[in-house]
């Protein structure tokens, strides 16, 4: 069964707009990712991935895109990609990230999540493997954001 997220995805990603629009949403409902000004290219049953351009405000000091912006972008595709994919009965929230810097970006960034979610109703952590990628081609950081999966409490 598709869930509100995925089924919204898949009438609005066959144009630019359409995944720009559900970028809007996104960031209206999480107002912190606008920050970085993403932009969804995938989202399906276990990737997801964002683009974020090299902007003056996501830049640091060496005019790359900046680490913690990055870090919010692998969040942010974590995020989305658990709440798209999540089975109705459960809940999530990030738990820990753990990242590695691998090189300086040149250009903007691509994020790519890879997730697994298990079946079942157990509270579990779910770890999604987030590769950054820049302009180049080269591969700049990696991160592991543990997402805590959970039942939903029932209604009383």
Known sequence: MTNFVMSKWQQMHGSALGRWLFTKIV???????????????????????????????????INTVHAIAMCNACELVAGVGMEANMPKHMRWIPKG????????????????????IPEGNEAVDVPVQCDVVDDAGKLVMTAVVTMYLSPRKKAE
């Open 97 to 116: 990230m753990t990242v590695s810097y691998l090189a300086k970006s040149t250009g903007g960034v691509r994020v790519q999540g890879r997730f697994t």
């Open 27 to 61: 960031c209206m409902r999480a107002p912190y990712f606008a920050s970085i000004s993403p932009r969804f290219e995938v989202l399906d049953h276990n990737s997801a991935t964002v683009y974020v351009k090299k902007r003056r405000r996501v830049t640091n000091h």
